[in-house]
């Protein structure tokens, strides 16, 4: 099962900041999260992860709580180049597999 | 380039019939992995590898078959004892045998059976 919660569909207007949640209350201490994008038809792309701290690359910014309980993944001007669907995933550097949920379906509005 | 090779795009297969699906690497990945997706739906784990010549089952590998012969190939064979077989199947790989946070996909392939 995924080990995490996410919002199934959101909305955001082209281009202001996309603000994905996601929540992992039962994380462990050495477990990593992960996002990836899969847009329609084609197979998912790895975007960014982190473990403690805010992570940020030429994708999308990653902002996890102290806690670590959940985070958030900012694209920053969203085009309608990033209408996808975003999956939140939590494991272990060293986990033999990944298991996906079902994400969230972002909709870039025009 | 470097990249996760799936073929065919798309294939229609009778009923009964057996199919087996092509992935091809290039990236020097010890692991690969086969997901299944169904519409509107999560992937799902069907069978994984972290070496050659060894594989295991994820969550849905009842009526699949795998070989890890070579470290580039890792075809999935669908078989007849797959009872709902029409779905888009991804293959991937990742670049150190165990860290699997960051997977490379595939395009993909959709599998029709009429």
């Known amino acids: 099962d995924a080990k995490t919660t996410q919002p199934p569909s959101m909305d955001c207007a082209e281009g202001r900041a996309a603000n994905l949640p996601c929540n992992h209350s039962t994380i462990s201490g050495n477990e990593y999260v992960y996002w990836y994008r899969q847009i329609h038809s084609q197979g998912p792309q790895y975007i960014i992860h982190g473990l403690k701290n805010n992570e940020t690359n030429e994708m999308a910014s990653l902002i996890i709580t102290e806690d670590r309980k959940s985070s958030t993944l900012i694209l920053p001007h969203a085009t309608l180049r990033d209408t996808a669907v975003y999956y939140c995933i939590v494991l272990l550097y060293r986990d033999d597999k990944i298991i996906f949920g079902k994400g969230t379906r972002l909709h870039i509005l025009p | 380039d470097g990249g996760i090779t799936q073929s065919p795009k798309y294939l229609f297969r009778k009923e009964g019939q057996n199919v087996t699906l092509s992935c091809e690497q290039n990236l020097n990945h010890d692991a690969m992995y086969w997901y299944r997706q169904d519409p509107g739906q999560g992937l799902r784990l069907i069978y994984y590898?972290?070496?050659?010549?060894?594989?295991q089952k994820g969550d849905i590998a009842e009526g699949y078959s795998v070989s890890r012969e070579k470290k580039e190939s890792f075809p999935l064979t669908v078989t007849s004892a797959q009872k709902n077989p029409t779905a888009f199947y991804l293959c991937a790989s990742s670049i150190i045998s165990g860290a699997t946070g960051e997977l490379f996909f595939g395009e993909g392939s959709r599998l029709t059976v009429l």
């Open positions: 590898s972290q070496i050659v010549n060894d594989f």
